[in-house]
């Protein structure tokens, strides 16, 4: 059965969008500020012009024919092996990078290392966290120079699952970052090339232009076997239109220029977009996630990814804006969630509020029942033949006028499969106030309270945990 995605714009309006981009990065062009990048992009057909690329409308459709609809991620366990993709069904994946962090018995503050150890193993115990990283958060008392080696040994340790690489913003991090990562599944880079293990999360400079330090990771896991996600979350009135398909075009441009130079160094390299535009709190010049106009924005996106492109997706609205998680982090998480979810998106960062600001533990727990909401009222759509339709008359039969189902064989067979929460209570008040009035939230912290006491201390080999350090402390030495 096909699942029952909802549109958000008309079918007949993807051509229009998509011949506005073709034509902008053909005439308008895109800033690549990286030598080699251009010069890769010259021998597949790019004009060049100082650091602007003319992208010809063949060639950049000609890279979008490459691109898998599927992405196969390999765990460092079997089991946890990974393929999603258009036409899976959506996964969450842990917070990336924020600043801060939040339970309700420690309060809000500034992340650590030791934060981003326990949310990893936190997530790592989840049916629905299913890929990890890239930064759980940001671990405020290690230098920048040094995260992304602290950040990568981190994920190792704590998870066996597959994880997103950190966000390279130095040239030397892409290749140490994924030194670590032949280290950790052997095989040297020559497996790399061959075995997609991690995707790299890059943000472009809106409107038209990729950093340095941004292409050259781009062009390094592509040389190297691994994929790329393209994040696009400018605040819309600034780098981005104030109107949702100015936003979708953007966000659609960025995508077709980083997958044309990434598929001319690696053609069929898994790659996907995350659209995460928002409309702005003019009130403060906030960007605002959870507005339902940057919903809109980011749906149509998503939208256009799912039916014309066929790329897989992510995208940060299992996230909010509210302070605390309450009542309306309630609303904007379940509105953000069902609209992309419907709107076809594959992969949720869950677990961050305050506009991607902090991190709650809570969150992380509250937003796996959310999601499984979500995915259970969305798993297909209900087809009824005559023989199901002959069965519920031949049921109605044998309870016959006036009698009762709840004897019927039927129904302990039908009770079986139905939603049943895992945070939500649904005690009579009078049971819920005798058993202690626990709320929500206290629920949820119990759940990630017996997953940190569940969790090893490593996941690592006490060999491999040697040659990582190793390999850590010697990077170090390099500064």
């Known amino acids: 059965m096909k699942k029952p995605f909802w549109n958000f714009m ?37 004009k060049i012009e100082n650091q602007t690329a003319f992208l010809p409308p063949k ?51 500034r992340a650590t290392l030791a934060d981003a150890a326990e949310i990893v193993k936190i997530a790592h115990q989840s049916p629905y966290y299913k890929l990890m990283g890239r930064n759980p958060a940001e671990p405020s008392e290690i230098p920048a120079e040094y995260k992304h080696l602290y950040i990568t040994l981190n994920n190792f340790r704590h998870t066996t699952k597959p994880t997103v690489s950190f966000f390279s913003k130095k040239p030397w991090q892409p290749r140490e970052i994924l030194d670590m990562y032949a280290i950790a599944f052997g095989g040297g880079m020559e497996f790399l090339k061959q075995n997609t293990v991690t995707i790299c999360s890059i943000c472009p400079l809106p409107p038209l232009r990729l950093a340095d330090d941004t ?10 076997g691994q994929g790329c996600t393209v994040s696009v979350c400018g605040i819309l009135s600034a780098q981005i239109p104030l109107d949702p398909v100015g936003s979708c075009l953007e966000t659609l441009m960025n995508g077709m220029a980083v997958a044309t130079l990434q598929q001319s160094i690696s053609p069929g390299a898994i790659f996907e977009i995350m659209p995460g535009n928002a409309a702005p709190d003019m009130t403060n010049l906030n960007w605002r996630g959870s507005s339902p106009d940057s ?32 009542c309306q982090g309630g609303m904007e998480i379940m509105q953000n969630v069902l609209t992309s979810v419907a709107a076809g ?48 008359v031949d049921i109605f039969d044998e309870v016959g006028i006036g009698g009762d189902f709840l ?73």
Not at 375 to 386: Q, R, T
Request: hydrophobic share 35%; glycine share 4%; net charge negative.
């Open 10 to 46: 008309t079918t007949e309006s993807y051509d229009y969008i998509h011949q506005a981009a073709l034509k902008i990065l053909d005439k308008t062009g895109f800033v690549f500020h990286h030598d080699v990048a251009l010069k890769i992009l010259k021998k597949h057909g790019a």
């Open 59 to 109: 060639m950049v459709e000609n890279a979008l024919k490459t691109i898998p609809s599927e992405m196969s991620i390999m765990a460092r366990e079997e089991k946890h092996n990974l393929t999603y993709g258009v036409g899976h069904d959506t996964i969450i994946s842990p917070g990336s990078g924020e600043m801060n962090v939040t339970d309700i018995e420690r309060g809000r503050r």
């Open 215 to 224: 292409l050259e990771t781009i062009i390094y896991y592509a040389q190297n």
């Open 295 to 326: 919903v809109i924005s980011t749906a149509i996106t998503l939208q256009m990814l799912r039916d014309f492109y066929k790329i897989p997706s992510r995208i940060m609205t299992a996230t909010s804006d509210n302070n605390e998680l309450n």
């Open 345 to 392: 998106a594959n992969i949720l960062t869950a677990g961050a509020m305050e506009s991607v600001a902090t991190t709650s533990y809570e969150k992380l727990i509250f937003d796996e029942e959310v999601l499984s909401r979500v995915l259970y009222i969305s798993k297909e759509e209900i087809d009824v033949d005559e023989k199901k339709a002959q069965h519920l």
């Open 407 to 479: 004897t019927h064989s039927s129904t302990m067979a039908n009770y079986r499969n139905l939603w049943r929460p895992t945070v939500s209570d649904w005690r009579t008040y009078e049971n819920w106030e005798a058993e202690g009035k626990q709320s929500v939230l206290e629920r949820c912290r119990d759940i990630w309270k017996k997953r940190l006491a569940q969790a090893p201390e490593t996941q690592l080999t006490p060999d491999l945990e040697k040659d990582l350090v190793t390999y850590v402390k010697r990077a170090q030495t390099k500064r």
